[in-house]
């Protein structure tokens, strides 16, 4: 028989995971604190966007495959196998806050009466699954409760194909029971050939940890290239397209723009730093520091341009924000780049309204202080330049010459260097980007 599968934790990754076994075929049910979000699921809507999750969920709370509870008592009763997919955001110190994955397996574990299985998801410090380990052998009810890590790499935007489809599979096991029960969960997958490294748990939480900082570095990398090529008048655009073509770089994850946000990346990058710190390991702390510091610095760069377009000041200036969401296809703004940027504009005294085709009711509540609107052409109205922050297809299939009419600029700053040029520039449009050229240094090289 399938084992029976619960998922504590609700957000991105725990959704995802809970809707797509649930499409694979197994029985599960998820665990949140949250009584709203709870109510929410089992009226068969996410309460966040993520693309085709909806559409999942409704089906398989209607076929009742998927249950979500508030009740770890009901939890206890029903899984097998008991994904943790809590939270674990940055603290103050930039440290992983580990409290609600500790909470929580806190309240499960004394109400397991039966040899079942824990598997974290959460990203975590190394260490963090040992140390649960032996909180769990004092709480548990039962000596065969055991505990894995299983990191997921799914991205938000994609995350119900690379749930589905994942690049690699990670047990970190200290059992063949455990191992086995993984493979059963995981069987779909395994058998569409995706590859899985079994190793144990502290290497499993080191590949997310290494495979999250990896990505940011390869980002603040392509954006150190992007500060030579304007020291130099050079373009990163290109620079990145035919790095990418080694197939030992790798396009992916190179695109130079406005740098990195999100719930992950940055969060991961400086709890691994600390522990870097913790561990002594100075050098590995100070390039993981560099990367927070390049990425970081983006942002104002793009304060500086936008600056530098305004005639050196921004009080009293109108700028048009598209984007607001740290990435497309998303509605998240934790740590959003685009919000910064629009932020550190407002700072600045410039008079700043975003749109977002998804992220507006976030972007509205993260940034109250902000101007928001609901549509591109009033975002658009009047301002002296428009900012692309966030590169939502949308934004790539708007008609420059239609806003050129509501502007009083016609400006463009490509923060994310997505857009294409030639039918803005048609339209009257003077084109900036971080990390290219500006028009004048392209008529002094002809
Ligand atoms: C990231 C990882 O990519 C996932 O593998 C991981 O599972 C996830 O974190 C997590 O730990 O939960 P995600 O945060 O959804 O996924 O987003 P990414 O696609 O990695 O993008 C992160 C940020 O980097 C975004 O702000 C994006 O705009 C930026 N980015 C991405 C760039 O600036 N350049 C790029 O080339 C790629």
Redesign the pocket.
């Known amino acids: 028989m399938s084992p029976r599968i619960t998922v504590v934790g609700t957000g ?2 725990g959704t995802t995971h809970a809707a797509t076994l649930a499409e694979l075929g197994f029985r599960v049910l998820g665990l949140d604190i949250d009584e709203d979000r709870v109510a929410a699921l089992s009226a068969g809507r996410v309460p966040f966007v993520e693309p085709g999750l909806d559409e999942l969920v409704a089906r398989h709370v209607a076929t009742g495959a998927l249950r979500f509870t508030t009740s770890y008592r009901e939890a206890a009763a029903f899984g097998d196998v008991h994904f943790l997919c809590v939270p674990t955001p940055e603290a103050a110190d930039g440290r992983a806050e580990l409290k609600p994955l500790v909470g929580a397996v806190e309240e499960l574990a004394p109400l397991l009466t039966r040899p079942v299985l824990l598997v974290g998801k959460s ?1 975590v410090p190394v260490g963090t699954a040992a140390d649960l380990a032996k909180r769990l052998t004092d709480l548990t009810g039962h000596p065969g409760v055991e505990l894995a890590w299983n990191p ?6 994609t995350a119900v194909a690379d749930s589905l489809r994942p690049d690699r599979l990670v047990f970190g096991v200290s059992s063949p029971a455990a191992t086995a029960a993984l493979r059963e969960v995981y069987r779909v997958q395994l058998a569409a050939g995706v590859p899985a490294v079994v190793t144990d748990p502290a290497t499993a939480e080191l590949v ?1 940890l290494s ?2 900082t990896f ?1 940011a570095t390869k ?1 603040s990398f392509i954006n150190a290239v992007s500060e030579v090529c304007e020291a130099v008048g050079a373009d990163v655009g290109a620079v990145a397209a035919a790095l990418g073509h080694d197939p030992r770089i790798g396009g ?4 130079p ?9 940055p969060k ?1 990058l400086r709890s691994f730093r600390a522990q870097a710190v913790d561990f002594g390991l100075t050098d590995t702390a100070t390039l993981l520091g560099v990367v927070d510091l390049i990425n970081n610095r983006a942002r104002q760069r793009l304060v500086d341009l936008v600056r530098a377009e305004c005639g050196g000041e921004l009080r009293g200036r109108r700028v048009a924000a598209l984007g607001a969401a ?2 497309p296809d998303s509605d998240d703004v934790r740590d959003s ?1 685009a919000l910064a940027a629009a932020v550190a504009l407002h700072r600045e005294g410039a008079v700043v309204t975003v749109h977002d085709p998804a992220a507006g009711p976030t972007a509205r509540r993260a940034e109250p202080r902000l101007r928001h609107a609901d549509t591109v052409v009033d975002a658009c109205r009047d301002a002296d330049v428009v900012v692309h922050l966030t590169e939502w297809r949308d934004y790539g299939e708007l008609d420059p010459a239609a806003l050129a009419e509501v502007v009083r600029g016609r400006v463009l700053v490509d923060a994310r260097t997505t857009l294409d040029p030639a039918p803005w520039q048609e339209a009257g449009w003077r084109l900036r980007a971080l990390g290219r050229p500006g028009p004048e240094q392209r008529e002094g090289e002809s």
Not at 152 to 157: K, T
Not at 252 to 255: F, G, P, V
């Open positions: 991105y990754v990203t997921e790499f799914l991205r938000e935007g997310k495979a999250n990505l980002i992916a994850h190179l695109r723009g406005l740098g990195f946000g999100g719930g992950c990346l991961d740290f990435k780049p």
